[in-house]
């Protein structure tokens, strides 16, 4: 009877297993970097795309959180055996630790957010990167303008002709974003000063604030933030101070809306999502860099809110010009500070 | 060169110093009460977390930041009981226990983030925050340079500095003070005195976790106006360094962290100014740095309590 019963449970087990392999939409999965979901930047971005393909009925989904570096492999792996289709490993801190899961499931495709390959890639790994050099080129072009010729738009702004940036880590993107800022910042404003400050982490909103205090107290009156969980700090700052904050990766308005001129937009959730869409038609392509930028659609800076007024059509022409120059080639925009002759 | 100069070594530099500090002095000097009553506490990054989360929650909750200190200090010592339990009662070794208090904490604050507000990241905002309360003393708030910086702050800067002098007084001239210094050094003469050895343990970890509630809402409600997940970023283990290398002192404790404060103020400002042209991680390692050296070589003199760590139990009997 015993026997009966553990075979017939055995059985169902395996009958259910098959089930669920047989079923039509792929798995597609992501692991978040150590900041989680909620970061109201990229985690949140990516899983958006995913989202999104869910409801359209491309796929299924599942995400994991690291919270630590060393959670990054067993997350990736883990999911390629839970027989994802496609596994996003997002950040550029995991660019590593993907080509080592992508080498050890050769079945499986990995794409990596923000990350840029060298050398051979696998051909089941797809590397997301962007050009944020973009986005922080219009958002300096606005706040070259704004600092300088039309400080007297708002008592935010003091026409000392300082602008600063607040950066989390030191990396590939953060540095594109800076670079296009300070080039943005100088074509329309070659006297402007443009200093920043490295805090090291992408997770200590008091830090930030310290950060941008120390750029406010120099002079600055436009702060941008490159620095994930950190830059709430520069927002609080922006707040306390009374001077205003320029937002990154998603539009940061809401956080505080009197203090928020403008964001610079990275499109993680469209990126995330055509490769979703490109995996179900059956036309994703591993072994390769995909870069997104203003010509994909996936690159822009966030409505003026509240200050649309207060920004004159002087600004928004010259934003407009750059987008045009920038897709037709005319302007190529710096990726490095070393580009602009400025020593690390 | 005098120029940027000038620019980093202003007024302002002191008042980010007291900024930067004022979490980390509240957390040391409550390590400093814990440990002098001989409960290693490794958890202050944990309990500072909790109580942060708590104090943003229960701010916007009810509108008003004092209510929401409260709930910090309330989030900080209920945290700080479960420590204490498994320290003192159990006899669990104070190490593991304080590490499983961390990791714990980033787990609860990230569910009640969920269960409460059923998002992450970030806790809705206050709409008003004890920055708002920031008072001027009279008289002493205009002396030039300390005035803005020690005299016209906010509500927890004051309780910190408060705090250094009040513990300094305590441990100095009461008998509250002496039982925290005697159960650290010998707690069985303690308690051949008559005295419950794990009774003041269990008050030196709930000072700990009072302190450290504070310390957390300064960070989500005075520093801040919501509560960010992971937002003491390591300021539990300076406070550990800072309890250290002050010697288990209160002034010593106020003082290390202040020197660290200060040296984190002064990179950041030595970065934005341009001074120096050097690559941005020796910015960043800086600080550390500085206070390794200060510890190894101004602190030579520095002794734990004799029975810190130390489990106590009274042999032939249940504790």
Redesign the interface.
Known sequence: MKRALVLAIAIAVVLTMSVEAQSAKPLVAMTTDTNGLGDGSFNDGVYAGLKRAEAEGLCTVKVVEAHAMTDYVPNLSGLAEDGAKLVFGVGALMIEQIQEAAKGHPNTYFAGIDHYYGGEIPPNLIGISYREQEAGYLAGIVAGYMTSKYSKNSPLLNGKNVIGAVLGMDIPPVERYLAGYIAGAKSVNPTVDVRYIVTGTFADRAKGKEASIALIDQGADIVMQIAGLTGMGVLDAARERHVFAIGADVDQNAAAPEYVLTSALKGTTISAYKAIKALSDGTLKGGQNIVYGLAEDAIDIAPFHQFDKIVPAEVKDAVAKAKRDIISGKIKVPVSLAELGIKK | MMQALA?IF?P?LLE?TI??ST?VTLASIGAMVCERTGVTNIAMEGIMLMGAFFAAAVGYATGSPWLGLLGGIAGGMAFSLLFAWAAVTLHINHVVAGAIMNILA?GFT?YF?NVFYH????SP?LPVTL?NYKYAVPLLGSLPVIGPAFFNQTPIVYMSLVAVIAWAWILARTRLGLSVLAAGEHPMAYETLGRSVPRIRYFGVLMSGLLCGIAGSF?SIE???SF????T??RGFIALAANIAGGWRPLGCFLSSFFFGFV??LQ??V????LL?I???I??VFPYVATIAAVAGLVRGSRPPAAVGKDFTIEGEGD
């Open positions: 620019m202003t302002q980010a900024r930067l979490p980033f990230r983030m998002i992450q990241g970030t905002a920055h960070l520093n801040s106006n960010t997940e992971g937002m970023d390591g984190d103020a950041l400002r970065q934005s100014s341009g042209r690559p941005s991680e910015f960043l």
